[in-house]
């Protein structure tokens, strides 16, 4: 009698087993956290600055600012905020040969960073300095926001005769005309700064 009970018990435990469904591999796998998805009215994530230049006004002008060197997706840019132009202006601004600011006018930065020795010209153009860059554009208050490309030609920290660090940086009197031999007619010094590296 004991046998037949077991057997039945045997019996209905495998006939309750068959009638459930077979585990699939995604049953048995970890739960998956969820990831957050990005915001898109987020700000984009902002690069790390390499060099900065903090301008100061030569004499008789109130132009300043800061500006920073950064990689952004490979190729080296430069961002950031002049205040003191006048209304509405559009001004040469270039990488010099010498970090140095101490003439009252900002000639003791020489003439364009030019270690390719090529003629100068737009930044868009094949023949153009290493340190030409697009002219800035002040707003109705005077203040311009500098976000621009650097040439490619031209290096942050490398150490070579391309490197950036070092070098004087020049806000000009005048819109660069990009065409004008070897500075483009952009007048006078407004801001000059030496470029550091980044700490």
């Known amino acids: 009698?004991?046998?037949?009970?077991?057997?039945?018990?045997?019996?209905?435990?495998?006939?309750?087993?068959?009638?459930?469904?077979?585990?699939?591999?995604?049953?048995?796998?970890?739960?998956?956290?969820?990831?957050?998805?990005?915001?898109?009215?987020?700000?984009?994530?902002?690069?790390?600055?390499?060099?900065?230049?903090?301008?100061?006004?030569?004499?008789?002008?109130?132009?300043?600012?800061?500006?920073?060197?950064?990689?952004?997706?490979?190729?080296?840019?430069?961002?950031?905020?002049?205040?003191?132009?006048?209304?509405?202006?559009?001004?040469?601004?270039?990488?010099?040969?010498?970090?140095?600011?101490s003439a009252p006018d900002g000639t003791s930065a020489g003439g364009h960073f030019n270690p390719g020795n090529a003629e100068h010209g737009s930044i868009a153009a094949s023949a153009h300095h290493g340190g030409d860059m697009p002219n800035i554009v002040a707003d109705a208050q005077g203040n311009a926001h500098v976000d621009g490309p650097v040439a490619s030609s031209v290096n942050v920290g490398k150490g070579d005769a391309f490197d950036i660090i070092g070098r004087g940086l020049i806000v000009h009197a005048d819109a660069d005309d990009y065409q004008s031999q070897p500075t483009g007619n952009a007048g006078a010094r407004l801001a000059c700064a030496v470029i550091v590296k980044a700490e």
Do not use: N, Y
């Open 1 to 101: 009698m004991r046998l037949i009970h077991g057997t039945l018990f045997l019996a209905s435990a495998l006939a309750l087993s068959a009638c459930q469904p077979a585990a699939t591999p995604a049953d048995t796998a970890a739960p998956v956290a969820d990831t957050p998805a990005a915001d898109p009215a987020a700000p984009p994530a902002m690069a790390t600055p390499l060099a900065t230049a903090q301008l100061q006004p030569t004499e008789g002008s109130s132009v300043a600012g800061t500006i920073s060197f950064s990689l952004v997706d490979g190729l080296l840019r430069a961002s950031g905020d002049i205040s003191g132009l006048k209304p509405g202006s559009e001004h040469g601004f270039h990488i010099h040969e010498k970090g140095d600011c």
